[in-house]
């Protein structure tokens, strides 16, 4: 197997607006604010991943994580990327990405991941060990209790059958 070399990286700012107030850790919350790191391999393999620190919960504010962001694309130049699994983590936890915030680190190891996976042929799942199985997709209820039934039977009207339910504060 050929070695992978990341020959060039972008950091892409988004913000999306959410249909409606959606409110996280007692704030609430209009839009989405974040970072996607894309990574090219020197064999044309493009992996993505997102950095995006929620106010209030991450340890980290979006300036700070845009700070550590622009020196792991500096650290990601020319990187040989690592084919397994067992060595891609002691790569990661001996590297400097261990000492970025926690979704820095996140972005960082999802490229590095899904370039791995995909320069085997395999999904990032069974790269990573895991059992691959059609695993079905959560729709999210939140709300009033009223507003939660009436979600829970349109959304089920429509074949969801898996729901997530945060409770508690």
């Known amino acids: 197997m050929q070695p992978l070399t990341v020959v060039?990286?972008?950091?892409?700012?988004?913000?999306?607006?959410f249909q409606g107030p959606f409110t996280f850790?007692?704030?609430?919350?209009?839009?989405?604010?974040?970072?996607?790191?894309?990574?090219?391999?020197s064999n044309g393999l493009k992996a993505q991943g997102e950095i995006a620190p929620l106010p209030g919960v991450?340890?980290?504010?979006?300036?700070?994580?845009h700070h550590d962001l622009v020196e792991a694309q500096s650290l990601l130049k020319d990187l040989t990327v690592v084919l397994d699994k067992d060595g891609l983590v002691a790569f990661l936890r001996g590297s400097a990405f261990a000492g970025f915030f926690p979704s820095v680190r996140f972005g960082v190891e999802s490229v590095l991941f899904t370039l791995a996976a995909q320069a085997r042929a395999v999904s990032l799942a069974e790269f990573l060990?895991?059992?691959?199985?059609?695993?079905?997709?959560?729709?999210?209820?939140?709300?009033?209790?009223?507003?939660?039934?009436?979600?829970?039977?349109?959304?089920?009207?429509?074949?969801?059958q898996v729901f997530k339910l945060k409770v508690g504060s």
């Not at 060039?8 to 607006?17: E, N, Q, V």
């Not at 850790?25 to 391999?41: F, H, K, P, S």
């Not at 991450?58 to 994580?65: D, H, I, P």
Request: glycine share 10%; with cysteine.
């Open 58 to 65: 991450s340890a980290e504010t979006l300036k700070k994580a």
């Open 129 to 160: 060990g895991g059992v691959l199985e059609d695993v079905p997709t959560a729709a999210l209820l939140q709300g009033q209790h009223e507003q939660i039934l009436v979600d829970a039977r349109d959304l089920s009207g429509h074949g969801c």
């Open 25 to 41: 850790a007692g704030q609430i919350l209009n839009q989405r604010t974040g970072y996607i790191l894309e990574v090219i391999a």
């Open 8 to 17: 060039r990286s972008l950091i892409i700012p988004y913000t999306f607006d």
